[in-house]
């Protein structure tokens, strides 16, 4: 049974940093993903790598503030979130997919779904 269980969320002030994280179990996965959904907007993908080789995509809004990695080991998912802003106040949701995906694809793509964690910034 694949399970992703998301952590580290939580309320911070503006300027401040977060590291969230995705701990996955029961399966392997290609690619892994961060998305998150803001209150009455549609849930966006912030980042995504490739398990084997790294981080392929950031979305502009986040572009040298957030980083995303992992570890093999433990098969961990990470997001490093600097210099937040209120705007990036959020449920965040780790995703993952069998198959690599390097373009733009629907969410459907995306196989497994955590239970998201929410991340609030403070003005």
């Known amino acids: 049974q694949v399970q992703l269980v998301e952590s580290g969320g939580g309320l911070v002030q503006a300027g401040g940093s977060l590291r969230l994280s995705c701990a996955a179990s029961?399966?392997?996965?290609?690619?892994m993903a961060w998305f998150r959904q803001a209150p009455g907007k549609e849930r966006e993908l912030v980042a995504r790598l490739i398990w084997l080789s790294g981080p392929t995509y950031y979305t502009d809004s986040v572009k040298g503030r957030f980083t995303t990695s992992r570890d093999t080991a433990k098969n961990t998912l990470y997001l490093q979130m600097n210099s937040l802003k209120p705007e990036d106040t959020a449920v965040y949701y780790c995703?993952?997919?069998?198959?690599?995906?390097?373009?733009?694809?629907?969410?459907?793509?995306?196989?497994?779904w955590g239970q998201g964690t929410q991340v609030t910034v403070s003005s």
């Open positions: 029961g399966g392997t996965f290609r690619t």
């Open positions: 995703a993952a997919a069998r198959r690599g995906i390097i373009e733009m694809a629907p969410q459907k793509d995306y196989d497994y």
